[in-house]
């Protein structure tokens, strides 16, 4: 894999990081210990079935804990700085092996801060939600998101060009309707 498309790759499966956690990690593993996905050294354990194991279960949880009225909203909170977090993980283990400074640098600014974007424009969407729909929407909510994390997490593997411009797409649409809402204020 050359660099450019290990970048595309990280950035987008950080993206995905936005809308579920786990997901992403979990889609990361299952590429490298079928050998469908090289990883940056320092992250071969991402590829073991401990790992696995312990993504799978984590996504379980995730998902299903979005179906939990009040507990929703909740996870939102969490799950913001949890998101840059990971997505930085997830960008970093996939960024070619350079400079470490270099390395997490992008993946802190490029990979967690696009997951951080998502991540609040998904937690705003709930919240809107739950105003709006007393939380009986919010049903729908996650379900789109879980459904944005499983897509943009497999795309980001099979057509990784198709993918990053989805999230380019993704971030201009957001940035917009942010800045716009912005200036009527």
């Given at each position: 894999?050359?660099t450019?498309?290990?970048?595309?790759i990280?950035?987008?499966?950080?993206?995905?990081c936005?809308?579920?956690?786990?997901?992403?990690p979990?889609?990361?593993?299952?590429?490298?210990?079928?050998?469908?996905?090289p990883?940056?050294?320092?992250f071969?354990?991402?590829?073991?079935y401990?790992?696995l194991?312990?993504f799978?279960?984590?996504?379980?949880?995730?998902?299903?804990?979005y179906?939990?009225?009040?507990?929703d909203?909740?996870?939102?909170?969490?799950a913001?700085p949890t998101?840059?977090?990971?997505g930085t993980?997830?960008?970093?283990?996939?960024?070619p092996?350079?400079?470490?400074?270099l390395?997490?640098?992008?993946?802190?600014?490029?990979g967690?801060?696009?997951?951080?974007?998502?991540?609040?424009?998904?937690?705003i969407?709930?919240?809107?939600?739950?105003?709006?729909?007393?939380g009986?929407?919010?049903?729908v909510?996650a379900?789109?998101?879980?459904i944005?994390?499983?897509t943009?997490?497999v795309?980001?593997?099979?057509?990784?060009v198709?993918?990053?411009?989805?999230v380019?797409?993704?971030?201009?649409?957001?940035?917009?309707r942010?800045f716009?809402k912005?200036?009527y204020?």
């Amino acid at each position: 894999m050359n660099t450019l498309e290990s970048i595309i790759i990280g950035l987008t499966l950080s993206s995905a990081c936005g809308f579920r956690i786990f997901v992403p990690p979990l889609v990361i593993s299952l590429a490298v210990i079928f050998g469908h996905l090289p990883i940056t050294s320092g992250f071969e354990w991402v590829g073991t079935y401990p790992a696995l194991w312990a993504f799978a279960l984590a996504t379980v949880v995730e998902i299903g804990a979005y179906y939990v009225p009040v507990l929703d909203n909740l996870l939102d909170t969490l799950a913001t700085p949890t998101a840059l977090a990971v997505g930085t993980f997830v960008a970093a283990a996939l960024f070619p092996d350079s400079d470490p400074l270099l390395q997490w640098t992008m993946a802190a600014i490029a990979g967690g801060g696009t997951a951080g974007i998502l991540q609040a424009v998904t937690g705003i969407t709930r919240l809107s939600s739950t105003a709006l729909t007393i939380g009986l929407g919010n049903a729908v909510v996650a379900t789109v998101e879980s459904i944005g994390a499983i897509t943009l997490s497999v795309l980001a593997l099979i057509a990784p060009v198709v993918a990053i411009v989805l999230v380019a797409t993704l971030l201009v649409v957001t940035l917009t309707r942010v800045f716009s809402k912005q200036s009527y204020k």
